[in-house]
């Protein structure tokens, strides 16, 4: 008999991995919903999303990677934290999170293991995500200063988070290969948002790269040479129809940035005020 968990805030009971439409919170799937299983499919099935829950319903069934998906169930069955051995994990890809009709999107790296993997919500879950939900909230962004679970209340306005891999990689270290398999989800992301786009903020140097990949692959306008990530670092790009896009980089939410003061609260807070700019 499968186990099950009762899910932190509705009580459902639930396996881990979370099949969709089994009743997780705000689960953007269903039992129909098409699956990527090769990179190949992976293009397919994001050039043919509609609008961004039909994208983000994709996403999170993805299985084109077999090494990121045995990972993300390894952990989700067998290798939880010990705090949170008595809830059920989400054990998917993380769909975006946000405001559908954001004029901003907030770039991350991947999944945490035991953060959106098991929360099935971005940057929810760590203390990581701690530290941006925070900010997000000062800033404006966030209905509540923390994420904890899906179904807690969080929203986002003005918004949207999404990261340039989906799955939780093993030593948070996702292969060229499979950040590439990955890029369409996140190009198709950026099309949707682009009729109303006016900035992307880029956590960390892979993000930075991840959304100057994904544009150049969009046909955007990038500036060369390949312009360097910095923190508050800013670039302007131009989609295909004359719109400009800025692009801003920010030091990563990591503990090792945010324990050390590589990155502060007022730092963060500045780079997101200025989002609305």
Request: charged share 20%; proline share 11%.
């Amino acid at each position: 008999m499968e186990h099950l968990d009762p899910h932190p805030v509705t009580g459902e009971p639930l396996p881990s991995p979370v099949p969709p439409g089994a009743g997780w919170p705000g689960d953007p799937a269903h039992a129909d919903t098409p699956v990527a299983t090769t990179a190949a499919r992976v293009r397919r099935l994001a050039a043919g999303a509609a609008d961004v829950p039909e994208l983000q319903a994709r996403i999170s069934v993805c299985r084109a990677c077999p090494r990121l998906v045995r990972w993300r169930e390894d952990v989700a069955r067998t290798g939880r934290r010990a705090s949170f051995a008595d809830q059920p994990y989400w054990g998917r890809p993380g769909p975006s999170f946000g405001d559908p009709e954001a004029e901003a999107l907030l770039v991350g790296l991947a999944p945490a293991a035991n953060g959106t993997n098991r929360t099935g919500r971005m940057f929810t879950g760590d203390s990581s995500g701690d530290f941006l939900w925070a900010a997000l909230h000062r800033t404006g962004f966030a209905a509540l200063p923390t994420s904890v679970a899906a179904g807690d209340g969080q929203a986002l306005t003005g918004l949207r988070i999404v990261a340039a891999v989906r799955c939780a990689p093993p030593a948070n270290k996702p292969t060229p290969a499979e950040r590439a398999a990955c890029s369409p989800w996140l190009e198709r992301d950026l099309t949707l948002a682009a009729p109303r786009l006016r900035a992307v903020l880029c956590l960390g140097s892979i993000g930075w790269d991840a959304a100057l990949a994904a544009a150049r692959a969009l046909g955007w306008e990038v500036p060369r040479p390949k312009p360097r990530f910095g923190h508050a670092a800013e670039v302007a790009l131009t989609t295909p129809d004359g719109r400009s896009v800025r692009l801003v980089g920010c030091y990563h939410v990591s503990p090792h940035n945010t324990f050390t003061g590589r990155l502060t609260p007022a730092m963060l807070d500045e780079v997101l005020v200025g989002l609305r700019a």
